[in-house]
């Protein structure tokens, strides 16, 4: 069961333009999210983050939204450069026992920003 | 201050053999996890060590083990490998199991099983 999707595998956008990236979650007892990006043949560096308490959180070219009620977020980056074409993995925590928390990943959106 | 270093980098294993793969967290860290990156699964998470102790489980079979030492450095053991548990092993490390914000990952061991 995938409990957080990110539907589009590959995303194509024009330097200076806005990207657009999301994810759709299914376990209302997700209470964090993030974002990270993934360049080939390195590990993943995080991006962004917002609590489930809040509904936009901004750094920079990048936005995180999220909207609760449909259990979607989004990432915004813009203006988007060639440097940004990486894989982007949306991640959302939970309390699994005690004070444990764990990630659930997507599978990840391939962006790729033409100059 | 280095980063996350994994040992091997590629790997080459045939059905039926076992595996074992290393991780050595950012000096300090005591949280390290292990994630398996597939094209088709994209990132599941294996298991979540702190203090030597496992403090979280994905849902992966048995033969998937880990460990990790008093230094922080950690250990994953996949025995009777398949073909399907070709991947990349992606470790990460924390200072402590909550800050994913800060979870630092390495550049993974990717693992060919023929």
């Not at chain 1, 995938?2 to 539907?7: E, F, L, M, P």
């Not at chain 2, 880990?66 to 025995?79: D, H, K, P």
């Not at chain 2, 402590?96 to 390495?106: K, L």
Request: glycine residues 8%; positive net charge; contains cysteine.
């Amino acid at each position: 069961d995938q409990q957080v999707k990110q539907n589009s595998p590959s995303l194509s956008v024009q330097e200076g333009r806005i990207s657009i990236l999301n994810c759709d979650y299914t376990n209302s007892m997700f209470d964090y999210f993030l974002w990270y990006k993934k360049y080939p043949a390195e590990g993943p560096t995080f991006l962004i983050s917002i609590s489930s308490i809040k509904d936009k959180n901004e750094d920079g070219r990048f936005t995180v939204f999220l909207n609760k009620s449909a259990k979607h977020l989004s990432l915004h980056i813009v203006p988007s450069q060639p440097g940004d074409s990486a894989v982007y993995f949306c991640a959302a925590r939970k309390l699994s026992g005690g004070s444990n928390y764990k990630l659930t990943f997507g599978k990840g959106t391939l962006l790729t920003v033409n100059p | 201050k280095a980063g996350v270093t994994q040992t091997p980098r590629y790997l080459i294993k045939t059905r039926g053999q076992q595996v074992t793969l290393s991780c050595s967290p950012i000096s300090g860290h005591r949280s390290v996890s292990w994630y398996q990156q597939t094209p088709g699964q994209g990132l599941q998470f294996l298991f979540e060590y702190f203090s030597e102790t496992q403090r979280n489980k994905g849902n992966f079979p048995g033969r998937f083990s880990g460990r990790q030492f008093s230094n922080s450095r950690s250990e994953m053991n996949v025995s009777t490998l398949e073909l399907g548990d070709s991947a990349l092993y992606l470790c990460a490390s924390s200072l402590e199991s909550r800050g994913f914000e800060t979870q630092y990952f390495g550049p993974g061991t990717r693992l060919l099983v023929l």
